[in-house]
């Protein structure tokens, strides 16, 4: 019966890494616009995107990551 | 394909407005004016078409599309421009614009995809719930001011007033609810799962070892929801105990914190399981409460002054050379230019120009005002036709109509939630509360001591009103939701709790009552034929003046002729000819030399001459909203009414026919005026609902008890107010106000029905054996009916009172 500690302390250890994915999801800005990304995903071509991918080697995160650094 | 071109044959291809007449054609398609033409012809030269395949005529009208010329050359070499700007690395910069004329998708993707039409732009971000674009630019291609006259030209002109920027430099401020609430879920959801052997009473538990570890499990878990998540309820109970006042959160922080100690005793004695269950769920659906009361609208702002509606730079006129300076700064004696279409904001004298100033959002008075130099001209004032030149003789901040920021009524602080329904019980019962649990220990004390401790504890925990404390929340951030629905925009949950306790409704008139900016037209003379009428339209619309440009608007006829030797008179009028008619129209001495006044016009008026003869005048009255007579018949008996007006006496007549002769109506009101108003009715005490929509109904609406704000255009500048009123349901007030009423009726219910649990809960708990299965179960059940109760009961409520209004769009929530 002691498999039981395991089995336990394996759950919680699975329910804390999807914690650790829900705040992480909110902390990368998942959750501030709620609404344009489910409109985004249907245009045809992906737009901006060409161009922030290129970008984003260059510039890192440093636009989207603190808005209010000035 | 086919629908956009039949459709092109009567609506404008770009914004999709009626055509009145204009022969504008470009690819076979017709446009209302130049500046929708022009962004079309943008548009189609870089391939981007697709904006108008996503939606049928996505544009906005692009007649202010023609102002650009010198609107953003402040931005050049200002100090305020570099505040803008968000990060810069002296390559790339960013900066987070307001764009008001975000719609709709097609609006996304072309906002998205700027960086085809100018290299320059990296990349660009919308946020669409707030109005929001993102762009991420290269300086050294594209200047700031250049990005703002692009973003102009294609019709998205930003927002680059001073509140629109420091609020766009916000955008975080929900997360934390987001970490609250998945914590609280996490450990609410693991401590259940551990808890469940002891509630089936599972054999294996009786080896010590497993439930001891469980419960040390348990007290794991919940840490941080005592901790972190439940923080809040401990920050507002403290917070309203300093300022002498019990609030909701005061018993809820109290059943939370002896449900967390009971809990450790029981588990590091070893004598029980403790109620850490109970905790998680109750932290959890609270939270869930809260979140969903804050329900907030985020390109909605109730806050605005002034400030927010003035620009942000005015060019400053020094040693001969055109400067920018912040409005701030402004200083007695500065000699400003005032271009076309900008606003004034400081009270000046007019040195040079010629200066028609359109003060109807400021004082509600409906036709511009002529002045010519040596005059006074009052802050807020839109100048229409060409740049003028003036001199400051009072600072922004001490203008006429500025000053009325100067009352006390501004400096107000938010009062705490004691008004409150839930806050006006949340006293009583704490009291009642301890009394009971004083009372429950007391009775055991003498016979069973350990047993007193436990009914002592037990009735604060199963007391805890976590039902009582969602039954507001979810009643009234339901109702905000709904009534949002309904395209009515409340601030917070409290305006919605206040609405239902009004007593005396007071009314705006013009740009309230009347519709803004579509004034009525009306002919008075001699018949024009269609040919004339023709004529008159294709002169007004050349015209700047905005009487000319509501004449245009107002009117109906045929194709419109060429206008050939067009002349425009300064403060006279318009001449040109066309259809063969020589006509004239301004004022009546221009229109008709010679000609004797005949009775004075108390509205604005134009005069049209043709071919030297006077043919008669266009008048320009207000028109009042549809339903205006339903609703003011439906609001009378039950509410006290009253009228405060900017504007001159001329429909006192009609005003009094509507209300009838006992109610207050007052015209030739200042803005200081309707706030002393609306503050002497209150001493009378009044409970006031003020219905306004501009800066002139600022101070009433802060001083009355709601302030609401009806507007054309909810995404436009509206006054600070406590709800913002889509003009389109103006007439569903006297609803909104029986729904707020039978609200609280709901609410109450809610109460009665909390209390129930509570006294079913009491049972156990005063005899001192509240299991912890008994409260695990109670608790989420009572949270949960009252949760279905009052959702159920508020959207019947709004959606049968509201049941003829016209859903907003699901973008426009």
Known sequence: MSVLFVLIGASVLVAGAFLFAFIRSVRTGQYDDQYTPSVRMLFDEPSGIASSTQQSKTNGEAPTAEPNNH | ?813
């Open chain 2, 1 to 813: 394909m086919e629908i956009a071109e039949t459709a092109a044959a009567t609506a404008c291809y770009h914004c999709g407005e009626d055509l009145k007449g204009s022969t504008l054609k470009l690819d076979n398609r017709a446009f209302c004016c130049e500046g929708c033409k022009t962004v079309y012809e943008i548009l189609s030269q870089n391939n981007m078409a697709d904006y108008y395949r996503l939606n049928a005529n996505p544009g906005k009208n692009g007649k202010d599309a023609e102002t650009v010329r010198e609107k953003y050359a402040w931005l050049d070499d200002s100090q305020l421009a570099r505040e803008l700007i968000q990060f810069t690395d002296g390559d790339i910069s960013t900066i987070t614009f307001q764009v008001p004329a975000i719609h709709c998708s097609s609006c996304i993707w072309l906002l998205e995809n700027l960086w085809k039409l100018h290299p320059g732009v990296v990349r660009t971000q919308v946020n669409f719930l707030r109005r929001e674009a993102h762009v991420t630019f290269r300086e050294k291609s594209i200047s700031l001011r250049q990005l703002c006259e692009l973003l102009h030209r294609i019709g998205y002109p930003p927002d680059l007033r001073a509140g629109s920027t420091t609020q766009a430099a916000q955008p975080h401020t929900q997360r934390h609810w987001f970490y609250r609430l998945g914590v609280a879920f996490f450990c609410f959801g693991n401590i259940m799962l551990l808890s469940f052997p002891e509630y089936f009473g599972v054999d294996a538990l009786a080896e010590s070892e497993y439930r001891n570890f469980f419960g040390y499990l348990n007290f794991l878990l919940s840490l941080p929801v005592l901790l972190y998540s439940s923080s809040i309820f401990f920050r507002s109970a403290w917070s309203g105990l300093r300022s002498g006042v019990v609030n909701m959160d005061v018993p809820i922080v109290l059943g939370i914190l002896v449900m967390f100690l009971r809990s450790s005793w029981e588990i590091f004695s070893h004598t029980g399981a403790g109620y850490m269950d109970t905790l998680a769920s109750l932290v959890f659906l609270m939270l869930i409460g809260r979140l969903f009361q804050n329900k907030t609208y985020d390109r909605l702002s109730f806050e605005r002054d002034y400030k927010s509606y003035f620009p942000m730079a005015v060019t400053i006129l020094r040693h001969g050379s055109e400067t920018s300076i912040p409005v701030a700064s402004i200083r007695k004696g500065d000699r400003l230019l005032i271009r076309s279409e900008e606003l004034l904001p400081a009270d000046s004298i007019l040195m040079q120009g010629q200066a028609c100033m359109d003060y109807s959002f400021v004082t509600g008075e409906s036709a511009p005002a002529e002045k010519v130099a040596g005059e006074i001209l009052y802050a807020g004032g839109r100048q229409k036709g060409s740049a003028i030149e003036v001199e400051v003789i009072r600072e922004v901040s001490q203008s006429y109509l500025t000053r009325l920021w100067n009352d006390a009524a501004f400096r107000k602080a938010e009062t705490h939630d004691v008004t409150s329904m839930a806050g006006r019980i949340s006293k009583t019962f704490t009291f009642v509360v301890l009394a009971i649990a004083a009372g429950a220990a007391l009775y055991w004390f003498s016979s069973d001591a350990h047993r007193s401790l436990n009914a002592f504890t037990a009735v604060l925990i199963i007391t805890c009103p976590c039902a009582l404390a969602i039954s507001s929340p979810f009643t009234l951030g339901n109702m905000l939701r709904l009534f949002g629905r309904k395209r009515i925009y409340l601030k917070n949950t409290a305006v919605v709790e206040t609405l239902a306790g009004i007593d005396t409704v007071i009314f705006d008139k013009t740009g309230t009552m009347t519709q803004s900016g579509d004034t009525g037209v009306q002919w008075e003379g001699d018949e024009l034929n269609d040919e004339e009428l023709a004529a008159v339209r294709a002169l007004a619309r050349q015209s700047g003046h905005p009487l000319s440009q509501k004449l245009y608007a107002g009117t109906q006829s045929g194709v419109l002729p060429g206008i050939t030797s067009f002349a425009e008179h300064t403060g006279k009028g318009v001449q040109g000819v066309a259809n063969g008619l020589n006509v004239k129209l301004g004022a009546a001495s221009f229109a008709a030399p010679g000609y004797a006044t005949q009775a004075e016009a108390k509205t604005a008026a134009v005069y049209i001459g043709i071919n030297g003869t006077l043919r008669g005048r266009f008048l320009f009255g207000n028109r009042y909203r549809n339903g205006l007579t339903d609703l003011v018949q439906e609001l009378r008996g039950k509410y006290t009414l009253g009228v405060l007006s900017g504007d001159n006496n001329a429909e006192a007549g009609y005003i009094t026919a509507l209300f009838g002769r006992d109610v207050l109506v007052r015209f030739n009101q200042s803005p200081a005026d309707k706030l002393a108003a609306v503050r002497e009715l209150q001493q009378q005490g009044r409970k006031v609902l003020m219905i306004g929509d501009g800066l002139n109904d600022a101070g009433a609406l802060k001083q009355s008890d709601a302030g609401l704000s009806i507007s054309d255009d909810i995404n436009n500048f509206s006054p600070a107010c406590d709800g913002i009123v889509d003009a389109l349901v103006f007439r569903h007030i006297p609803a909104l106000l029986h729904s707020a009423r039978k609200g609280r009726r709901i609410l109450m219910a809610s109460f009665g029905l909390s209390f129930l649990y509570n006294i079913v809960g009491l049972w156990f708990a005063v005899q001192g054996n509240l299991s912890p299965l008994v409260a695990a179960v109670l608790m989420p059940v009572s949270s949960v009916t009252i949760i279905l109760f009052t959702t159920i009961a508020s959207r019947i409520n709004v959606l049968r009172s509201l049941s003829d209004a016209p859903d907003a769009t699901s973008v426009e929530q």
